[in-house]
């Protein structure tokens, strides 16, 4: 009953404090039952900031051949991976959709057509990082989905439409990884000392610093930035939500890193909050 009264009630959200833009490198499907330096880092982010009065994710793990958010009023946990214990296909994470702000999600886009989605649900880009988040799945949370015929200059354009729904109480979270190379991952390296190749080091640190200046445009023309960007982003869709996020900063908000470390040689965990 309180959900269904939540939606009703913010059928059209009304405006409030102005709410933080989060990216959450989610990193391995097992942060989703692990507790360990990531998750400690997503916990304490979602206990300094406000509750949200709904979320609104982009995550990695959803592409589509146009642009989507999910409208269904109990979105269901998607197990979207393979190869792990049985304790991580275990996990439900029940938050409730909101229909109301899918809808008013599309109404907000006018550069190109939004479609209503039924039958997604959350895969874990969302729920692995969320949870840790919101523990209590008390939060209603639809995601956005990521159009791979797209460049990278639309999702970045496409988020800046998304502007007025941080006045309204949303929390929009950009979900993947700025460094992302599984085919080259030292899998022999995955415990112990944080390590990372040259190539990773150098493509995360330009991103870091062209985040914390300001030079969007830099990271927009990912593609124009030499071989260690090409390694650190062979594919674009755990890159994209970091532009997504980045889309969304306004000039009043700092912006602080966190879980700013490198795991087997090609991946990185930087996260990013702007508030």
Not at 36 to 64: D, M, Q, Y
């Amino acid at each position: 009953m309180y959900f269904k009264a939540l939606n009703k009630l913010s059928g059209s959200f009304s405006n409030t404090q102005k709410m933080p833009v989060l990216f959450l490198g989610h990193g391995s499907p097992m942060n989703g039952i692990e507790e360990n330096e990531f998750v400690k880092g997503f916990k304490k982010v979602g206990e300094e900031i406000k509750k949200p009065r709904a979320i609104l994710c982009i995550s990695a793990h959803w592409e589509t051949k146009g642009t989507y958010v999910t409208a269904m009023e109990n979105p269901r946990t998607i197990h979207d991976f393979s190869g792990f214990p049985q304790a991580l296909f275990d996990v439900q994470y029940p938050a409730p959709g909101s229909p109301s702000l899918a809808q008013e999600t599309k109404d907000l886009i006018t550069n190109t057509s939004i479609g209503l989605d039924e039958s997604w649900g959350l895969d874990h880009g969302a729920w692995s990082v969320v949870k840790h988040l919101y523990p209590n799945a008390d939060v209603p949370i639809i995601q956005m989905s990521l159009d791979y015929t797209k460049p990278a200059k639309y999702h970045f354009e496409l988020a800046q439409e998304l502007s007025q729904l941080r006045q309204k109480g949303i929390l929009i979270i950009g979900s993947g990884n700025m460094v992302h190379n599984l085919g080259k991952v030292a899998w022999d390296k995955l415990q112990g000392e944080p390590f990372a190749f040259d190539w990773a080091i150098e493509a995360n640190e330009k991103m870091k610093t062209w985040i914390v200046d300001g030079d969007f445009q830099s990271l927009i023309n990912y593609r124009k930035q030499g071989k260690a960007f090409d390694l650190a982003i062979p594919t674009p869709e755990h890159y994209l939500p970091l532009l997504y996020t980045l889309a969304l900063k306004d000039s009043k908000d700092e912006t602080s890193l966190f879980n700013d470390q490198p795991l087997g040689g090609s991946l990185s965990m930087t996260s990013v909050k702007f508030d």
